[in-house]
């Protein structure tokens, strides 16, 4: 059984979550409490003990991310849940961590219970949390960078050490530097969204590049890569990606 608290200010948000943990999760989850704020929740953790926190972003005048800069987020497990943030939402996903999108569909909050159920060791847990706070913080001395799932948990990549992504079927292939790759089961559809604003291009239907590791562009369609591979420039894309290398040398 997995003892839980709920830190929320919306009484309607509360209820709601309670009552799809009751429909869904009976047997697996126990809601110990649920408190409103940052102070009521750090007594909370430290009272009760709980092994996983449902929290949600804005807490009154105070944010999910000022507790969760005052406990060790390696003790317990954490599920993040808010309306739409873009900006939090998106380094959620740069760091693998744990969300829930209001309201809460049900599918989601399964699948997010059972990633809870898996262990994840400390050290992996805090590199996870280290990229959140990387993103949230936009450290400018940091190189940002992105979870990726390997056999033996989660790689930390630079997100300037990749140098494009390549679709496999329902699978994205990463060509990293220094020759490493790694295959993620997830569609390059997804990563495009993700990468798209740190200078990545959609050049072809199965190739993603980042723009800053073009060693050259080739009129007749295609770019070589500063590792030397060559991959095609759709033509239904060139206009936009001839627009989008220019904005970025002017």
């Known amino acids: 059984m997995i003892n839980a608290i709920i830190i929320d200010d919306e009484p309607h948000c509360i209820d709601h979550l309670k009552r799809t943990l009751r429909l869904l999760a009976a047997s697996k989850v126990r809601v110990l409490g649920a408190f ?10 430290e009272e009760l003990k709980p092994d ?13 991310f000022d507790l969760l800069r005052q406990i060790d987020p390696a003790r317990l497990s954490i599920i993040f849940t808010t309306a739409y943030d873009q900006y939090a939402v998106q380094a959620f996903k740069f760091s693998a961590i744990d969300y829930l999108l209001k309201p809460i569909d049900e599918d989601d909050l ?3 219970l059972h990633r809870v159920s898996d262990s994840m060791d400390r050290k992996r847990t805090l590199a996870r ?7 949230l913080n936009r450290m400018p001395n940091t190189p940002p960078k992105i979870a ?3 056999m033996e948990g989660w790689d930390f990549v630079p997100i300037a050490d990749i140098i494009r992504c390549q679709a496999q079927g329902n699978y994205t292939l990463f060509i990293i530097s220094e020759g490493k790759q790694m295959l993620v089961s997830q569609t390059l559809k997804g990563y495009e969204k993700l990468l798209e604003e740190h ?5 072809h239907h199965a190739h993603l590049v980042n723009l800053s590791r073009i060693a050259k562009y080739h009129k007749s369609g295609f770019v070589t890569m500063d590792d030397g591979t060559t991959i095609d420039v759709s033509t239904r ?8 290398i220019a904005a970025r040398h002017r």
């Open 199 to 203: 200078g990545f291009f959609r050049v």
């Open 52 to 64: 996983l926190i449902f929290l949600d972003i804005q807490l009154k005048n105070e944010t999910g």
């Open 129 to 135: 949390y280290d990229v959140l706070f990387e993103h």
């Open 36 to 45: 409103e704020g940052v102070n009521e929740g750090l007594a909370a953790i």
């Open 110 to 112: 399964l699948d997010s």
């Open 148 to 150: 990726l799932p390997s």
């Open 237 to 244: 894309r060139k206009e936009a990606f001839l627009s989008k």
